[in-house]
């Protein structure tokens, strides 16, 4: 059965934007960058929410040329990736990407029964539906020195407790990361 994963750069008290929606206090990098590319590597699957979908879409095909080369790797990991694109207002999506309006919770344990390897969820909304239902095995959170005091949380608020297990830190020049598995 595949895995799935959320990671997402949040502040220290929790938020992965501010009040206005900005994200601009987590730009990795290029260290955490290349971090970053590697991990995608392994990725077999990108799960999106529109809004995710929109900012990268906008960006990482079109990576000018005279970005550095971990800028443009990423870039072409990112177009490459197949990925599901989760909307009830899309019409379509590009970029070896399939537009799903269905039930999120339904296709997400489909693609998790029909294979190994990993898939991954971006956005918090979109992860935020799948995080009661005991879908997400893997919680790789990138913990920015920032204090925000508001915006969007990382979890939702939940009935029952999810209990995980650490399994790794890294302290990155920017933020630590810590990766907690659902212990079971």
Same mark, same amino acid.
């Given at each position: 059965?595949?895995?799935?994963? =959320? ?10 934007? +501010?009040?206005?929606?900005? @994200? ?12 970053? !590319?590697?991990? =995608? ?11 995710? =979908?929109?900012?990268?879409? +906008? ?5 000018? #040329? ?13 177009? #490459? ?14 970029? !070896? ?30 992860? #935020? ?6 879908? @997400?095995?893997? =919680? ?45």
């Amino acid at each position: 059965m595949r895995k799935l994963s =959320y990671g997402i750069s949040v502040s220290l008290d929790g938020y992965i934007n +501010d009040r206005d929606g900005n @994200i601009d206090w987590t730009d990795p990098d290029e260290e955490l960058h290349q971090f970053h !590319n590697d991990r =995608y590597r392994e990725i077999d699957i990108s799960l999106h929410g529109r809004r995710l =979908y929109e900012l990268m879409a +906008d960006f990482w095909p079109h990576v000018p #040329a005279d970005e550095g080369p971990i800028m443009r790797e990423f870039g072409e990991l990112w177009t #490459a990736k197949p990925k599901y694109v989760f909307s009830r207002t899309l019409t379509e999506v590009e970029w !070896n990407s399939t537009l799903v309006s269905e039930n999120a919770v339904d296709v997400v344990r489909r693609l998790k029964s029909e294979g190994d390897g990993v898939m991954e969820v971006g956005g918090a909304n979109l992860a #935020a539906s799948l995080i009661p239902h005991d879908l @997400i095995d893997e =919680y790789q959170l990138f913990v920015a020195p920032i204090i925000l005091g508001g915006g969007t949380p990382m979890f939702p608020m939940l009935d029952k407790r999810i209990p995980l297990r650490l399994v790794e830190t890294r302290p990155f020049n920017t933020v630590l990361m810590q990766r907690y598995v659902v212990d079971r």
